[in-house]
């Protein structure tokens, strides 16, 4: 037994819908309900009894339920007023971060910060995290700020919106649709799609996966790359298109790539994610990646407006 199908348990025992608990704890249905099988199977007897239609507690579940939930959030208690003195403590704000994100506004956000004619920022120090990682990061104290795509929260976190973006068709240069100004999404029936995979954000590739179905084409076609910098060069080798938020031309420049914008549209926003009770210096800092943020441009390259001036 550990400390993750503990909460898995509690959260299914709460809701009783798997689904319900893992949108809750920011997982995957299929891990909350390999946490509870494995707390199952540790304890030796089921706490769920489960139907296609709902889930309900066994006496067995129901008399562990009340055994386990005080001295639960009672650990839950220690560990937060423990997060709470050392982040009083800290000498810096822990700024968690996307990898692309983190390469398109921290180095701005440093030269922000060095430019003696601005306000002084408090010291920060970037750490690498997707964004289920950095939900429960912030969550748990152990990160200041999370930087990322889209995301929803529930208390004691709060996303804040840094910037909307539209999200784009990453196109050879020389695709047919790279000549339109506008690429309609059933104009990509049939043709390869990448993402970056759905694990960073569960969330933006859901909508991405809504409109793709909403225009009749099957999500499950699309492929899921890594790094966008491997992406991008699956595109521009490969004859593929790519469905990605804006800034990745501005940020991951490869010659002989433009991005067009997607009809109907589909949004994405970068936001900063922190504790309802995050510090002043917590604050200033996202104020500081709000205005970077805003401030960020994506010129077309130079091969996209040779493109445009060819037509």
């Known amino acids: 037994m550990n400390i993750a199908q503990l909460e898995c348990f509690l959260a299914v025992a709460d809701e009783l819908h798997f689904g319900r608990a893992a949108e809750r704890l920011h997982r995957s249905p299929a891990t909350v309900s390999e946490a509870v099988a494995a707390l199952e199977r540790g304890i030796g007897g089921k706490l ?59 180095p701005s956000l440093q030269a922000a910060a060095g430019a003696g004619s601005a306000p002084a920022l408090p010291v920060w120090r970037p750490v690498l995290m997707h964004t289920h990682e950095q939900q429960r990061a912030v969550e748990a104290g152990t990160a200041d700020i999370g930087l990322c795509w889209s995301a929803t929260v529930q208390p ?28 309609a999404m059933a104009s990509l029936r049939g043709r390869g799609l990448l993402m970056t995979p759905r694990k960073d954000n569960a969330f933006l590739a859901g909508t991405v996966q809504i409109a793709l179905a909403q ?15 491997d992406l991008a060069l699956r595109i521009r080798t490969g004859r593929l298109v790519g469905l990605h938020p804006a800034t990745g031309l501005g940020s991951d420049r490869m010659p002989g790539l433009v991005m067009r914008p997607l009809a109907p549209g589909v949004g994405a926003t970068i936001c900063a994610l922190t504790r309802e009770d995050a510090g002043q210096d917590a604050c200033a800092l996202v104020d500081a990646l709000r205005a970077t943020a805003r401030s960020l441009e994506a010129p077309a390259s130079s091969d996209d407006r040779q493109g445009r001036a060819a037509r």
């Not at 650990?75 to 994100?101: C, F, N």
């Open 48 to 106: 769920f009894a489960r139907t296609s239609r709902r889930v309900t507690l066994t006496p067995e579940g129901a008399r562990f339920l009340q055994e386990v939930r005080e001295p639960f959030e009672a650990l839950l208690r220690a560990h937060a007023r423990a997060s709470a003195r050392a982040r009083r403590l800290r000498p810096e704000v822990v700024i968690a971060h996307t990898p692309q994100l983190g390469h398109l506004l921290l």
């Open 156 to 183: 004691p976190l709060r996303s804040v919106v840094l910037r909307k973006l539209p999200i784009m068709a990453v196109l050879p240069q020389d695709d047919p649709l790279a000549r339109e100004d506008v690429v």
């Open 215 to 229: 225009a009749g084409l099957n999500p499950g076609d699309v492929e899921e790359v890594e790094r966008y910098e």
